[in-house]
């Protein structure tokens, strides 16, 4: 029985790591001004910096129930018996409900199982390239989301923005975090916990967030025991800073491998230019 594994474009994978793997990858969609695109596919990372720093409007939408349905019948037509969907968290984006719709057109959990990864970006896509190679192994449809679910579980996702606007905006923090990020000369850092997005702390320059950013993630890596990592850089439109986290990864940790990935449209109108993150997975779960 072969199990395909599907994600949504939020996930960011590594270039070529979804061909090469074969996993279907579903876009979200977004709005810039009244020009409708597809998350990955018509927009570049510059193209939404650049119209963002124009002030034209950004908006995001979830998938569609038909989208996503479309892509599960196409991996079953294309051979696989069942299909693993690994998706953004729940508790950021109607995706996964509308996964959960259209998996039960499909025949429910027996065909169609759906992981809430709790994440997005590589806390998403670790989750997703765990579950691929496990498929690729010839695991059953049950074990492949199991190792979704504790890859998923381990990812840690640290991240600074210029501004919480963006965040507040779209409903991802609340309006006090946002005006205690912004009525201060202060660069927030946020991580990914329970599936949301929540402020950590607050640091003065970007320079500062970067090295606190590399402390956190050394930390995450020493809770699990200190053992090898797998990383990932994201970034929307900061290149430099982003090479210059990597860097300090390289110098910090026991990678496994660490690679840079520019945010998508979706999460970028989120964060916003500037936004600098870092996602860690350890070999092992944290220390209880």
């Known amino acids: 029985m072969s199990v395909a594994v599907v994600t949504d474009s ?9 061909v090469s793997l074969g996993i279907r990858v579903v876009p979200l969609h977004v709005m810039v001004g009244s020009v409708s695109h597809l998350d990955g596919v018509s927009l570049s990372p510059a193209e939404l910096a650049a119209a963002m720093a124009n002030k034209v409007p950004v908006s995001t939408s979830r998938a569609s129930v038909a989208e996503l349905a479309a892509a599960y019948r196409i991996a079953l037509e294309s051979g696989a018996s069942q299909v693993v969907a690994v998706h953004i968290s729940r508790r950021l984006s109607a995706t996964w409900e509308a996964a959960r719709l259209a998996a039960e057109e499909l ?22 390239l765990a579950a691929a190679e496990a498929a690729l192994a010839g695991a059953s449809a049950a074990s492949v989301e199991e190792v979704a ?19 507040r905006r779209g409903g991802r923090v609340s309006t006090a975090a946002a005006l205690l990020g912004t009525a201060l000369a202060v660069k927030p850092l946020l991580h990914v916990t329970d599936g949301r997005i929540e402020p950590l702390e607050k640091v003065r320059t970007s320079a500062k967030a970067v090295v606190r950013m590399a402390e956190l993630a050394a930390g995450a890596a020493r809770a699990a025991g200190g053992g090898p990592v797998r990383a990932a850089v994201h970034h929307l439109a900061a290149p430099k800073r982003a090479e210059k986290l990597a860097a300090r990864l390289r110098e910090r940790l026991d990678l496994i491998d660490c690679v840079t990935c520019e945010l998508g449209a979706v999460l970028g109108a989120h964060t916003g230019p500037g936004a ?13």
């Open 10 to 18: 939020t996930s960011y994978l590594p270039a070529g790591a979804a």
């Open 107 to 128: 025949g429910g959990p027996r065909v169609v199982r759906i992981v809430d990864s709790g994440s997005a970006a590589m806390g998403l896509g670790f989750a997703v």
């Open 149 to 167: 679910v504790a890859a998923a579980s381990r990812t840690r996702t640290f991240f600074s923005v210029d501004t919480l606007e963006h965040l």
């Open 276 to 288: 600098l993150g870092v996602v860690v997975l350890p070999s092992s779960a944290p220390a209880a």
